[in-house]
């Protein structure tokens, strides 16, 4: 029922709001990166709050960065590390950028981009190579394997499509709930 009322909704505001008729550049969404909080970025927060082990940090011109940890990635269920996240570890938002641009955020505001994509909520951590795999696809595209993170993968997507309330077709939004029913039965 939600679905079919934001089906209709959706395509509605974006029908009276600006174009912006900018191409897609990850710089429209983190122009200087990602966000610092307590000297302290988006991503180096996340490998800290994420790991299964104490993280080793180091002080760095006076931003503290994870340099070694160990994590589960979200997208294949196995474990990364222990080792030093850089070139092994990434922080992936589940709505790609890309893919969420080409679904409304391109008529956003730079805060609100901004904001959508230092998330915490929505950020996954995942191997380089995982995330090498998903690229910009959305969840139509693109589900982990496995049914129990296919189920937290879709749940997030869910939840982040329509918090910021992306332009998403009834056909994809059918697809996306009936599969995030398929993979979270009997995980629940």
């Avoid at 995330?131 to 959305?138: L, Q, T």
């Amino acid at each position: 029922m939600v679905f079919r009322f934001l089906a209709f909704l959706v395509p509605l505001i974006l029908l009276f709001s600006p174009v912006d008729a900018q191409e897609y550049s990850r710089e429209m969404f983190m122009r200087s990166g990602w966000q610092q909080h307590d000297r302290m970025n988006t991503r180096h927060r996340i490998l800290m709050e994420r790991s299964l082990i104490p993280p080793e940090l180091r002080d760095s011109n006076g931003t503290i960065k994870v340099i070694q940890g160990e994590w589960i990635d979200a997208l294949t269920g196995r474990i990364i590390g222990p080792a030093n996240p850089d070139g092994v570890v990434e922080i992936d938002h589940v709505i790609p950028l890309k893919w969420a641009w080409d679904h409304g955020a391109s008529v956003w505001s730079y805060e609100k981009r901004n904001r959508f994509a230092n998330d915490r909520r929505f950020l996954i951590v995942t191997s380089r190579k995982s995330n090498n795999r998903k690229r910009a696809k959305g969840a139509d595209i693109f589900i982990p394997a496995d049914h129990a993170l296919a189920c937290t993968y879709l749940s997030t997507f869910s939840q982040a499509a329509l918090e910021y309330v992306l332009d998403i077709d009834y056909k994809t939004w059918t697809w996306i709930a009936t599969n995030e029913k398929d993979a979270c039965r009997g995980n629940s």
